[in-house]
């Protein structure tokens, strides 16, 4: 116990639950980027009365400091990526090549092929944002159920966008375990694609 940075389980379960309430609240609330939304709460964690301050900081710097070292720039670049495709249109381009591919008559498909590769690019939110116009058409064109054509797009996107990077969840996984990423990238788009 006495290298530990809070002395008192009880206040330690306290705060660790407040940071992940805050953590939500910011993220689907107030709609801050994620990386702030994380960073906020552990700075505050920090405040939390018995915090020993020069450990705290410590296991700040180097466990915080070490998994951004080794992600920081696959994450700059993933988050250009997720810009450029947001902003030129190309979410939407990507699912018409997929609608196109493999025709209207089966656009829940089209649509879950779309998810894949979207949910790697970008936060698989956004990518549903954008697309929630073409899905509510196509829903409408092809008298189904929003749903149906909702589940497999939605579906595809989080598995991509959980075990596939550039994404943050799976970058920070690999740093953390000190595994490549490029072999991620392929055994991660493997198992999604797995994934009935």
Do not use: C
Not at 124 to 150: E, K
């Amino acid at each position: 116990m006495e290298n530990a940075i809070l002395q008192n389980p009880a206040v330690t379960l306290i705060a660790f639950a407040a940071v992940i309430v805050l953590l939500f609240w910011l993220i689907a609330k107030t709609k801050w980027h994620v990386f702030l939304a994380l960073l906020v709460p552990i700075l505050l964690f920090g405040l939390v009365p018995g915090v020993n301050l020069s450990l705290f900081i410590k296991a700040f710097e180097t466990g915080f400091g070490k998994t951004v070292q080794g992600i920081a720039i696959v994450i700059v670049l993933g988050s250009i990526i997720a810009e450029a495709l947001k902003h030129t249109g190309g979410v939407e381009k990507i699912t018409l090549t997929m609608i196109k591919w493999v025709g209207e008559k089966r656009m829940p498909l089209a649509l879950t092929l779309s998810g894949f590769v979207i949910g790697i690019a970008i936060f698989s939110d956004i990518g549903y944002v954008i697309l929630n116009p073409l899905v509510h058409g196509a829903a409408i064109a092809a008298g189904t159920n929003m749903s149906v054509m909702a589940t497999g797009l939605v579906g595809a996107m989080q598995l991509t966008h959980a075990m596939v990077p550039p994404t943050p969840g799976p970058l920070a996984a690999a740093a953390v375990v000190g595994a490549d990423i490029g072999t991620i990238i392929v055994y991660g788009s493997i198992a999604t694609s797995l994934v009935p």
